[in-house]
């Protein structure tokens, strides 16, 4: 592997001296004002980036390539197996179609500070509104297509829109979302009202659009005139993103303009190491931050192309799509969530799939969004021959807080951990009165500040939350709200969310470890450990599995060696000893397992249902084999 020079050269250089480290990074941009500095220091642990630069992130994204002479370069490709649409859309292309876009909500009175809301499913026209509020200057918040009437509703009187700009309906396999009548009623339930709304017609549901307030996508942009690039201060805000809280209501994120274009454009080559022109397929949805980040803004800042992808892992039409799609458009890095992995995997577990595709062009794969199992980067490993990624990061930081910078340098890859801090990150494990850990123990993963630019300056009018949520617990500090550890070689482990840490007779043990260990049984494909609680122990692990597609041995044996495995790898003190197979977890829209709704049911206790979840449903076959071994009573 030779030394890591690469690497502690760079991350050294950037903690000698981060003003210069970003200055640099800054060059990348086109600026129409240019930072005097990078870093200015509001007091009160609040920060922000190249603060005094003027520019614009459409100017960046779409322009700036077209008068580079890369107007022809493909930008996006749209493919949908859904709909079987396959299209290209080039920077010239793309450029003029947002400028149009803009022309015509400017010319509706969208003008600079404006929030829009986007409420779209995965088609370049999601992109394109985007793009289109940047150019102006408006403020947009995406919310992910097809949440329910009432969640969109909270965000409506949250960021008060001036406009929302929405699809008539998005396609799951096999069903149609209705888009429209959940506006009409969010907009109905919400006490801030917009001014009008935008709605792209699709031809598989065509809405009913409300005479005065609702305009037809392509009919509003009709002989208007389209609009240059408004340059922004750098930190005006270029989006809000709101993140589910677990508690209350939800956390608009935002984020600032110069540092974000800084930190995506850094991270396309040093992290994901892609070059202008390259292909890059980030496989996830622009509702949530990796779409944001490495769908939208990253790629294209950077000049790569793009892919919007409206399809599943499995199912449109099989296990194999993903090696299609990154075989038929060039793909060079893909990244997703280990969730996708695993439902390819409980399908294909022999990888009959990707045998049919010629995967040359692909060099590297990224996972973020979940703990990455070993198993499932292994399976993954063997499948495409290529070396596959964990890195780790929060809707909050906008971009990976650890990685392995395979631009830079190209780390050994440990198994289980998203290796190393980038620069801008300094990572440190603190025990609850805030003091550091020995390397090798459990404890809260907290980042020192500043946090680098592309990370959350403050949240959406509520600076009192956004102190007590990220900065009162560890002064001095980012809470990240995960716990894990750092071993001797400076390798960051992500064990659990500070809630998935469970006290069983006084030891605290993490639940992810657990999960690794069920996770690594040959017939396991999928698993989550909860923390339920327990008189006697305060708590007690209880794990829950599916079995991958074809096992048909009896329930109990493989619970039976699940307990023993468990016993055998953590030990007894996990008193690991209830463990129940179900057809399938509860889970989010974006994959993630519904751990703290499972031990209300556990407990007995109320809860509301997540605004996320995916299908409801799955919580009463939870509830029922809970009660088989005697919770949820």
């Known amino acids: 592997m030779g030394n890591t020079a690469g690497y502690k050269a760079l991350y050294d250089g950037w903690k000698a001296d981060p003003e210069a480290f970003w200055m640099k990074a800054a060059e990348a941009i086109d600026w129409d004002e240019k930072p005097s500095k990078a870093l200015f ?40 197996p859904i709909t079987h649409t396959k299209r290209e859309i080039s920077y010239v292309e793309l450029r003029n179609r947002v400028a149009t876009l803009a022309g015509a909500l400017r010319a509706k009175g969208i003008e600079k500070g404006d929030r829009v809301i986007i409420y779209m499913p995965m088609v370049p026209e999601a992109l394109e509104a985007m793009l289109a509020c940047a150019r102006l200057g408006a403020v947009h918040s995406v919310v992910f297509g097809g949440f329910a009437a009432s969640e969109l509703a909270v965000r409506i009187d949250d960021a008060k829109p ?30 801030h009202k917009p001014e009008f709304t935008v709605i792209f017609q699709r031809e598989q549901e ?51 303009t110069a540092g974000h274009m800084v930190a995506l454009n850094w991270s396309m080559k040093n992290i994901y190491n892609v070059d202008p022109g390259d292909v890059f397929w980030a496989a996830s949805d622009v509702g949530w931050v990796v779409g944001h980040s490495y769908i939208a803004y990253g790629p294209l800042i950077h000049g790569n192309t793009t892919i919007v992808f409206e399809g599943k892992p499995v199912g449109t039409p099989d296990a194999g799509t993903f090696w299609r799609v ?83 340098e190209m780390l050994p890859v440990k198994l289980g951990s998203p290796s190393v801090p980038m620069p801008g990150y300094e990572v440190h494990i603190l025990d609850e009165a805030g003091h550091e850990l020995p390397a090798g123990e459990l404890g809260a993963i907290a980042v020192k500040l500043p946090l680098p630019p592309g990370t959350l300056p403050n949240l959406w009018n509520a600076e009192e939350r956004f102190q007590k949520s990220y900065l009162n617990t560890f002064p001095g500090y980012y809470e990240t709200g995960d716990a894990g550890m750092i071993d001797e070689d400076g390798y960051l482990y992500i064990m659990a969310r500070t809630d998935d840490v469970i006290n069983v007779a006084g030891h605290r043990l993490s639940t992810g470890g657990m999960e690794e260990v069920l996770a690594s049984h040959p017939d396991v494909a999928e698993c989550a450990v909860i923390g339920v609680s327990d008189e006697l122990k305060g708590q007690l692990p209880v794990g829950f599995v599916c079995l991958s597609n074809g096992v048909n041995r009896p329930h109990e044996e493989i619970v039976k060696e699940c307990v023993t495995l468990v016993r055998e790898k953590i030990g007894p003190v996990a008193a690991f000893k209830l463990a129940c197979v179900v057809e399938r977890l509860p889970k ?25 979840i995916d299908d409801p449903a799955i919580l009463d076959e939870i509830k029922v084999a809970l009660q088989g071994i005697g919770f949820a009573k």
């Open 588 to 612: 989010t829209r974006s994959g993630k397992i519904l751990r703290a709704t499972m031990v209300s049911i556990a407990d007995g206790k109320e809860f509301k249902m997540p605004a996320t």
């Open 206 to 256: 065509v809405a009913e659009l409300k005479e005065g307030r609702d305009f037809n996508w392509h009919g509003f942009q009709y002989g208007v005139e389209p609009a240059e690039c408004v340059p922004v201060e750098g930190n005006h805000p270029a989006y809000i993103l709101y993140t589910s809280g677990t508690t209350g209501a939800p956390k608009g994120v935002i984020r600032h």
């Open 162 to 191: 001036k406009a929302i700009i929405a699809a008539s309906c998005g396609l799951e396999p096999g069903r149609v979302v209705h888009y429209k009548p959940l506006l009409d009623g969010a907009i109905d339930m919400a006490t």
């Open 326 to 408: 990154i075989s038929e458009h060039k793909v060079k890095s893909f990244f997703t969530a280990p969730t996708a992995f695993r439902a390819v995997k409980r399908v294909d577990p022999k990888g009959e799939f990707v045998g049919k595709y010629d995967l040359s062009c692909l060099k590297t794969v990224y996972l973020a969004g979940e703990r990455a199992d070993p198993d499932t980067i292994v399976w993954a490993q063997d499948q495409l021959k290529v070396p596959v990624i964990d890195h780790w990061w929060q809707t909050e930081t906008g971009w990976a807080i650890a990685a392995n910078p395979v631009g830079v």
């Open 41 to 80: 220091d509001k007091g009160d642990n609040l920060y922000e980036w190249f603060a005094d630069a003027k520019c614009n992130t459409c100017y960046n994204a779409v322009d700036r390539h077209v008068e580079a002479g890369r107007g022809e370069q493909t930008a996006i490709i749209y493919d949908s």
